[in-house]
């Protein structure tokens, strides 16, 4: 079993940041892939980003890349997401999800774990 907490989200104008982190306990944190997706009301949850158990391979929705990083620090078993350059469309409820093993994939249903999301709410 593991847990997922996320924290960092919060109300920002356009064009700022904001870093999500996302605590997790339990099992071996560095055996897992984790993944942040997003959702908004009355749409399905969507795929942000994921990084490698080891933290060596990353990989970003198109709608995201060049402006979200994520990244991952095995010794505090946490996992990171800077957001710059933010847009009112970036606005949603934002979850970290664990999959354990070397995959890293990108539909929600493949994940094992999810944090209980943090809001981000960017104004125009």
């Known amino acids: 079993q593991v847990q997922l907490v996320e924290s960092g989200g919060g109300l920002v104008q356009a064009g700022g940041s904001l870093r999500l982190s996302c605590a997790a306990s339990?099992?071996?944190?560095?055996?897992?892939?984790m993944g942040w997706f997003r959702q908004v009301p009355g749409k399905e949850r969507e795929f942000v980003a994921a990084?490698?158990?080891?933290?060596?391979?990353?990989y970003y929705a198109d709608s995201v890349k060049g402006r979200f990083t994520i990244s991952r620090d095995n010794a505090k078993n946490t996992v990171y997401l800077q957001m710059n350059s933010l847009k009112p469309e970036d606005t949603a409820v934002y979850y970290c999800?664990?999959?354990?093993?070397?995959?890293?994939?990108?539909?929600?249903?493949?994940?094992?774990?999810w944090g209980q999301g943090t809001q981000v709410t960017v104004s125009s």
């Open positions: 999800a664990a999959k354990f093993g070397v995959l890293v994939p990108s539909t929600k249903e493949q994940y094992d774990y």
């Open positions: 990084i490698k158990r080891s933290g060596g391979s990353t």
């Open positions: 339990g099992r071996t944190f560095s055996g897992y892939a």
